[in-house]
């Protein structure tokens, strides 16, 4: 099992931990890369135990006068432990959150989500 990100009451986290279920051990594992910042709210899906793909999300300030909602996509190598922030071409979906993905045939497929339309679109 892995998690990555949340929030507590304090905080939004973008930390990422893995479950050993075989032995019930949690680790907090230490990655690299181009890494996501802090967010709840997204999609993250596995892709043949070689790399998860991360989807959107959402984040505030911890005034809360500030918030941000993404539409971007990283990948995370799971035997390098590397994030890798993916260039997105097309058509680019609407930044959201709470939105659930699955990858059929090499396509990531996105359904719902919550959307705030006075967010700009990353580029």
């Known amino acids: 099992m892995i998690i990555y990100g949340g929030l507590n009451e304090w905080e939004v986290f973008n930390n990422y931990y893995v479950l050993n279920t075989i032995n019930k051990n949690w680790m907090r594992m230490e990655t690299f890369g181009d890494k ?7 999609s993250l899906n596995n892709v043949n135990d070689e790399f998860l793909v991360l989807f959107g999300g959402y984040n505030c300030s911890k005034d ?7 539409n971007d996509v990283f990948t995370l190598n799971l035997s390098m432990l590397v994030w890798n922030k993916i260039t997105m071409k097309g058509e680019i979906p609407d930044p959201r959150y709470g939105h659930s993905t699955n990858i ?7 359904f719902g989500g919550i959307i705030r339309k006075e967010t700009e679109k990353d580029s």
């Not at 996501?36 to 997204?42: A, M």
């Open 104 to 110: 059929y045939k090499r396509k990531l497929y996105l």
């Open 64 to 70: 809360f006068e500030v918030q941000f909602y993404y």
């Open 36 to 42: 996501p910042s802090p967010r709840e709210r997204i």
